[in-house]
């Protein structure tokens, strides 16, 4: 098989913590309240912590997370099982996270410049989610209005199974008309985001700040003293790395560089 060392056409972007919410706090917030409605108290990093998997396999893995299933245990004096993770699901986090999401929408700085650069060279737009449907159209309908229109849309309801599945990578590819895997670049602010492009064998980008791993609005990363805020931002690009991302930047303003970058690694005969 000849090897593609063409143009990149399509990066397909995540949505919380890549392009809108920067901070990654509209599903954090409502994972924290779902489980309180229920009588367990979690803390936000174990809320954060399996983030950018379809949201019901979320809830399941935080119930099973040690602390939260000993104390799922105490307080129901059984194990969380499954019909408790699908009435969770069902009742309390769709109609929350509905609720809540357009509040986080705002799209992080860069995004728009981004994506008219990636545009100007002729790449395609496209998008994946941990969301639902309806949660994914609430921001697609606030990111439009402030000038942001992707050319695909793939949430985690849309395919059989979410990250690090690569179903909703390839329903990119199919809705644009993408291929091979090598012209495609996945770009993520969580470690299942890799996982997703590399099970796609696509090319994969990092951010390092904006997202789940640092877990912070640009304020609060601002307001850090500097040292806090570089030793944060280094744990977050090395875990990322481990993980198996060709390149990790800081954020979404970052990513034309890393693309043209990763068309070098084309041009020269590279695979990712």
């Known amino acids: 098989m000849e090897v593609y060392r ?30 309180r409605c229920r009588g367990v108290d979690i803390s936000v990093a174990q809320a954060r912590q399996p983030m950018g998997m379809a949201k019901k396999d979320h809830i399941r893995a935080i119930s099973e997370i040690p602390e939260v299933a000993a104390e799922w245990r105490r307080i129901h004096g059984a194990p969380c099982a499954e019909p408790d ?53 609430v921001n697609v309908v606030e990111a439009k209005k402030q000038g942001y229109a992707p050319d695909a849309n793939v949430c985690a309801s849309d395919v059989p199974a979410g990250r690090p599945a690569p179903w909703m990578v390839f329903r990119n590819m199919e809705a644009t008309g993408v291929f091979p895997p090598e012209a495609v670049v996945k770009v993520g602010d969580t470690r299942l985001d890799i996982g997703e492009g590399l099970n796609a064998r696509t090319w994969t980008v990092g951010l390092s700040r904006t997202g789940n791993e640092v877990g912070l609005t640009e304020e609060e990363l601002a307001a850090l003293a500097d040292e806090d805020r570089r030793l944060r931002v280094a744990r977050v690009e090395q875990r990322l790395k481990e993980a198996g991302a060709h390149s990790v930047v800081a954020s979404i303003a970052d990513v034309p560089g890393a693309v043209e970058e990763i068309e070098g690694r084309l041009k020269g005969g590279e695979r990712p």
Do not use: H, N, S
């Open 6 to 35: 063409g143009p990149v056409k399509l990066v397909i972007l995540d949505w919380a913590g890549t392009t809108v919410d920067y901070g990654c706090y509209a599903p954090m917030v409502v994972f924290v309240e779902v489980f």
């Open 85 to 137: 993770v699908a009435q969770m699901f069902e009742e309390d986090f769709r109609p929350l996270q509905v609720a809540c999401i357009g509040r986080y929408a705002g799209l992080i700085p860069g995004t728009l410049e981004a994506v008219g650069a990636l545009r100007e060279k002729g790449i395609a737009i496209g998008t994946t989610t941990g969301y639902f449907t309806e949660a994914a159209e």
